[in-house]
């Protein structure tokens, strides 16, 4: 059965989704980090979920919608410069409006009932050729950006007061990069749902920087750990009919728990 | 080189109710030292940010190693008002280093054998080799300091811009960033201008200070500001400057002007601000 299985195009597609989208997760979860912004992320995935139902409700796919939905907020959240608290207040009530407007859009669509839960907790199994196609564009186009605001996107996240002075152009690095979340944001909810984002683009970058204090040798790591977790949780649910984002999240978990551990022996 | 470091002539700069400092006038050479001290919110840090290009004057003109002040004018280092890393955050002393150097540049930026020795020269000079490969916000106060100054004179700057560099440090740590500080500015001929609110570290090296009060200024060498007449007529009120066991201490200024709402006053502070030197 599970070899059998292996040899399905759609376990292929999914396979391929869970490589791509983790890669990107985890690529740009270090600066996540850096910069402060879980919370962010996890409100930029709410209002996808409203981007996803009102997709579907007007005959556009989920995919589509979450991206409109993610970047669009993503670029406001940007745009709008919140520091801090200030961030942390907004993203909260701005998540609450937005997911209310998503509840709506979910109970007027007449589709598949299994729509909204696969958003909420992930349907990677389901990625069609289509979605998949636009999920490499986007992840490639993502990768591109980043490669040319590397550094600089850097600098400005881990220390801001010398970045300014030496001429970083700070605020637009930081638009720049809350619409690359909002895109990642809108790929990752394929594959974990809009509940469970943060477990591949959180938890592989914490795991990461408790291994190391070497910003590139992170970066791999984090990138290594969520592509594993991802290759691991959908075989996993190959063999065992759960949820591939029940697999992937706790084996996220699990490296992270792991590493803690391991850095805790290594104090005493 | 000709041209002066700094060059402030009539300059003014504060917020919408409060004036900073008002008619300001400093010329600094290329290798001079010269110290901002005066209690907090008398626009010490304003200063600075003017200078970097990241604040206008409201009046005045200002230029700075010969042209108007802009934002990463890369001739100009900048020790930053401490604020110290997150324990967590991913970045090395070395790192951080770096990025004094190549920060800015586009790209992923892999580091150039140039760049590593600079960065290895930089950390030498300051004492912080030892610990350059730890996680910085593992590191103490003093040992971040360190690092700060290092990744502001890693690109040999021709001004060295620090905002109170020598707080958190122990008196030998700031012998030591006061002389790697000093040793820069005459090898390289580098203006150094230095926020502080104590005088006594820096005492041997400083050419001139220039101190700021409410609104009001003066500008000389330390013999010229640090006397009891000049920070008497300064501040208003009876200031006396002591040397207690080589120590200079001064007593009966008044500790802030953070919340003065006596801006009032300003206009009639400009016309009696002292100047000297």
Redesign the interface.
């Known amino acids: 059965m599970f070899w059998e299985l292996l040899r399905a195009h759609f376990i292929h597609t999914s396979l391929i989704a869970g490589v791509v989208v983790s890669a990107i997760a985890g690529l740009i979860g270090p600066i996540v980090v850096a910069r402060r912004m879980g919370f962010a992320v996890h409100g930029i995935a709410e209002l996808g979920l409203t981007g996803a139902a009102g997709g579907l409700l007007i005959g556009l796919d989920a995919t589509t919608g979450a991206l409109i939905g993610s970047v669009a907020v993503g670029a406001a959240l940007g745009l709008l410069g919140l520091e801090g608290r200030e961030r942390d207040s907004t993203t909260g009530v701005v998540l609450a409006a937005g997911l209310g407007l998503g509840v709506l859009f979910l109970s007027l669509y007449q589709g598949y009932a299994t729509a909204g839960f696969g958003l909420l907790f992930g349907s990677v199994t389901t990625v069609s050729d289509a979605q998949l196609r636009v999920l490499l564009l986007v992840a490639g186009v993502v990768a591109a950006v980043l490669a040319v605001i590397w550094r600089p996107l850097w600098f400005a996240s881990v220390d801001p007061d010398a970045a300014v002075a030496r001429g970083v152009p700070t605020r637009v690095l930081a638009v720049i990069f809350a619409v690359l979340m909002g895109a990642v944001v809108a790929e990752t909810i394929q594959v974990t749902g809009v509940l469970l984002i943060l477990t591949l683009v959180i938890t592989p970058a914490a795991a990461a920087q408790l291994m190391t204090a070497r910003p590139g040798a992170t970066i791999a790591l984090s990138v290594a750990i969520a592509v594993t977790v991802t290759t691991g949780g959908i075989l996993s649910s190959i063999a065992k009919p759960w949820p591939p984002t029940f697999f992937i999240s706790t084996y996220s978990f699990l490296i992270y728990a792991a590493t803690r551990l391991h850095r805790a022996a290594k104090a005493r | 080189m000709s041209n002066p470091a700094v060059d402030l002539h009539r300059a003014s700069a504060g917020y919408e109710d409060r004036i900073l400092w008002a008619s300001l006038d400093l010329q600094i050479s290329p290798g001079e030292f010269v110290a901002v001290l005066g209690a907090n919110g008398t626009g010490k840090t304003t200063l600075l940010k003017v200078l ?1 290009g ?1 604040r206008r004057v409201s009046a005045g003109t200002v230029r700075v190693l010969g042209a108007s002040p802009h ?4 001739r ?1 280092g ?1 020790v ?2 401490q ?1 110290s ?1 997150d324990p ?5 002393g070395v ?2 280093v770096h ?2 150097l ?8 892999r580091r150039s054998l140039v760049d590593r020795a600079r960065v290895e020269r930089a950390l030498d000079h300051l004492g912080a080799t030892e610990y350059s490969g ?3 916000g593992s590191l103490s106060g003093g040992q971040q300091q360190r690092l ?1 100054v290092a ?1 502001a004179l890693v690109s040999e700057p021709e001004l060295l811009l620090a905002d109170e560099p020598l707080l958190s440090l122990d008196p030998s740590s700031q012998k030591d960033v006061v002389g790697a500080i000093d040793s820069h500015r005459h090898s390289t001929g580098a203006a150094v201008v230095m926020v502080t609110h104590d005088i006594n570290p820096i005492q041997s090296s400083v050419d001139r200070i220039l101190y700021l009060a409410a609104g009001r200024w003066a500008s000389g060498t330390p013999d010229q500001v640090l006397a009891s007449d000049t920070l008497s007529e300064l501040y208003g009120t009876q200031v006396d400057v002591v040397t207690v066991r080589d120590r200079v201490v001064i007593v009966g200024a008044p500790a802030s002007t953070e919340h003065s709402s006596d801006f009032g006053h300003v206009h009639e502070i400009e016309s009696h601000a002292v100047q000297q030197g």
Do not use: E, K
């Open positions: 970097l990241l934002r990463g004018d890369r100009i900048y930053p008002q604020r890393f967590g955050l991913v970045l090395r790192d951080m990025l004094g190549s920060g800015h540049r586009w790209g992923i930026g730890a996680s910085i700060r990744q």
